[in-house]
């Protein structure tokens, strides 16, 4: 059953490692048998991969949860699906969730084997006494299980297929959409860069509407572009040394120009910090994400503060707004994809996307995001990165 990029194994209904069935990921040492599963997640990671083993434990199966472990000195993303199998807990893992649904399945249906060793345990430890219509009510609904276990095997195969058709089919309308929404956008710019006056007033209001929609429309398509790549498993990471302290700058700096529009003042405090390994790129997308929700839920004349500050090994930055804050109802739904948010203070439309982009790139980056917020006190996002990360420590 072995695949490339994969791991099979086998744990006690305690998590611990009992048997090592399949390691082409080359884990080695790294999970053998005895050692609790979720010592095999890469820091920051430790908690899902208990919430895996709990889900599997409460519900009887877990189906592609994707998991941060370290592998040959880097940090990558695995598929996990497991499953309880008698008194054991079968978990199957791979660099491509297709490849893990796959093999998950074809041990599954391997599991036919457990009729016959318990066949063979009756017949060992028979009485003449024995009741054949209770073995063989065992029996029956044993097989009925391993159908049961086959056929939602199969379910999820499909789904996943499914899942994969929904991401190529938003991906090719998404990119097909960008162009013409950017000339739409380049434009209606244009146009409203003339004179009012000489463009009328009531055509004027009319470009802004269209400059504003169309501005929109072009966000959405790229916050789709980025969940795409996401779901597809394509979140790629450009790793490289970044001055944090000049990243956050320069960021602050270009949103002051569009927080100055709605007289909302950001205050940057910072302090000295090592250089740190990151996708620099997306760290931006990450901070302009939240600086932006922040002056959208402001009010005018109040202040987003932007703090940076490190840590032993992480830097934790946060953002506070002074706005409405949010209930534990609307925290609670904050990071699931086109959840319906609240306009902003003047009107500011969501795609309802962007903050499920944030977390899972910073989740990528081996870190974590979490929030404080309550009715009339505002809010604040706080996310906590590794300096380096894991294995590349200097």
């Known amino acids: 059953m072995s695949q490339p990029g994969s791991l099979v194994v086998l744990c006690n209904m305690q998590g611990q490692v009992t048997k090592v069935l399949n ?5 080695g040492a790294a999970i053998q048998p005895g050692m609790p599963f979720p010592r095999l997640a890469a820091r920051g990671a430790l908690a899902k991969a ?5 889900e599997i ?14 592998l040959k000195n880097e940090i990558k993303t695995l598929h996990f699906t497991g499953s309880k199998v008698n008194d054991a807990v079968l978990i199957v893992a791979a660099e491509n969730g297709k490849i893990a649904r796959t093999l998950f399945e074809g041990m599954m249906q391997m599991n036919n084997e457990q009729t016959n060793h318990l066949r063979a345990a009756l017949k060992e430890n028979s009485r003449p006494e024995r009741d054949d219509s209770q073995f063989n009510e065992i029996s029956r609904l044993n097989n009925e299980l391993v159908s049961m276990q086959r056929e939602l095997a199969k379910k999820n195969a499909e789904l996943e297929r499914l899942n994969q058709e929904k991401n190529r089919f938003l991906g090719m309308a998404a990119h097909d959409l960008r162009n013409p929404l950017q000339s739409i956008l380049a434009h209606s710019a244009f146009l409203l860069d003339e004179d009012p006056v000489a463009l009328g007033a009531d055509y004027h209001k009319f470009m802004e509407v269209i ?3 169309t501005e929109f429309m072009a966000r959405l398509v790229d916050d789709l572009l980025d969940v795409v790549k996401i779901e597809s498993g394509r979140l790629q990471l450009d790793y490289s040394a970044v001055d944090l302290v000049a990243l956050v700058t320069r960021n602050v700096v270009l949103n002051r120009v569009l927080a100055a529009k709605k007289q909302v003042e ?3 405090i ?10 620099s790129v997306k760290i931006e997308q990450v901070l302009n994400n939240l600086l932006g929700n922040a002056v959208k839920f402001s009010e005018p004349g109040s202040k987003v503060t932007v703090c940076l500050v490190g840590q032993i090994e992480n830097f934790v930055m946060s953002i506070k ?10 925290q609670s739904q904050l990071f699931k994809p086109f959840q319906p948010g609240s306009a902003g203070t003047w009107g500011e439309k ?22 404080k917020s309550s009715p009339g006190r505002g809010t604040t996002f706080f996310i906590s990165i590794p300096l380096q990360p894991k294995g590349q420590e200097k």
Do not use: C, Q, Y
């Open 57 to 70: 434990n409460a519900h009887g199966a877990a189906f592609d949860w994707e998991i941060n472990i370290l």
């Open 50 to 54: 208990l919430s895996f083993l709990t």
């Open 266 to 268: 950001i205050e940057l």
């Open 211 to 213: 400059f504003a929609s």
């Open 270 to 279: 910072t302090e000295t910090l090592p250089t740190a390994m990151l996708d």
């Open 350 to 371: 969501s795609t309802g996307l962007g903050l499920m982009i944030v977390k899972r790139v910073v989740e990528g980056h081996a870190g974590k995001i979490w929030l």
């Open 321 to 330: 707004d002074e706005g409405a804050g949010m209930s534990p109802d609307e």
């Open 23 to 27: 390691d082409s990921l080359g884990l």
